[in-house]
């Protein structure tokens, strides 16, 4: 069974950063791109960022440069840098996967085939 479960949430002031993790089970995590989605208050999902399975990255222009995605094959987790957060980055986290292995050019929100439970981020003073 294909398990992700995030972790690493929380509150944060303005400026602050965390560090966002997700721990997957149930499949070859090193054969798989993975990809951060999340969702705001009273807002549809927004994709953040991905990876391919060799460590490829990308990023919404709303993040570059501030957020750093990263995976760890040995120990099957991929991570979320979140540096300089935002009140408007406070959402909902959720950790997904692509079934296969690059980061789709297009459609990737609905190209996932799993999504972890997700992990709150509040950036507030």
């Known amino acids: 069974e294909v398990q992700l479960v995030e972790s690493g949430g929380g509150l944060v002031q303005p400026g602050g950063s965390l560090r966002l993790s997700c721990a997957a089970s149930?499949?070859?995590?090193?054969?798989?791109?993975m990809s951060w989605v999340r969702r705001a208050p009273g807002k549809g999902r927004e994709w953040v960022s991905g990876i391919s399975n060799t460590g490829t990255a990308t990023y919404a222009n709303s993040v570059k440069g501030r957020f750093t995605i990263s995976r760890d094959n040995a120990n099957n987790t991929l991570y979320l840098q979140m540096n300089s957060l935002k009140p408007e980055d406070t959402a909902v986290y959720y950790c997904?996967?692509?079934?296969?292995?690059?980061?789709?050019?297009?459609?990737?929100?609905?190209?996932?085939?799993?999504w972890g439970q997700g992990t709150q981020v509040t950036v507030s003073s």
């Open positions: 149930g499949f070859t995590f090193s054969n798989y791109a």
């Open positions: 997904t996967r692509y079934p296969w292995a690059d980061v789709p050019v297009t459609s990737k929100l609905d190209r996932a085939d799993y």
